[in-house]
Nanobody, 123 residues
Framework: QVQLVESGGGLVQAGGSLRLSCAAS????????MGWYRQASGKQRELVAT???????NYADSVEGRFTISRENAKNTVYLQMNSLQPEDTAVYYC?????????????????WGQGTQVTVSS
């Protein structure tokens, strides 16, 4: 079983910065992609950013240029540096790990989610 543990959320004023971290633990051979999603109150969960094991990044238009996703493959850890935060960035941020192989290249791939961390941006 794989667990994703997020940290780094909190309360910040508009224009401020936060850095989220997410570490995957358990029996892990490889992870195809890791990323961040968010869900604001009353809204659907949406993509924020993803990064593949090879370093290919994808961002939502709303965060492009303000947020940066990075990853340490050896530590199975993904980060999200969030700058110029705005009140509309307020949400619960969820870490994801997709295409996780447990023991070898031939293991079945599974997807996992973290429990979420709250980010609140005050105006």
């Amino acid at each position: 079983q794989v667990q994703l543990v997020e940290s780094g959320g909190g309360l910040v004023q508009a224009g401020g910065s936060l850095r989220l971290s997410c570490a995957a633990s358990g029996t892990i051979f490889s992870i195809n992609a890791m990323g961040w999603y968010r869900q604001a109150s009353g809204k659907q969960r949406e993509l924020v950013a993803t990064i593949t094991s090879g370093g290919t990044r994808n961002y939502a238009d709303s965060v492009e240029g303000r947020f940066t996703i990075s990853r340490e493959n050896a530590k199975n850890t993904v980060y999200l540096q969030m700058n110029s935060l705005q009140p509309e960035d307020t949400a619960v941020y969820y870490c994801s790990a997709s295409g996780v192989r447990a023991n070898s290249f031939w293991s079945a791939m599974r997807d996992y989610w973290g429990q979420g961390t709250q980010v609140t941006v005050s105006s």
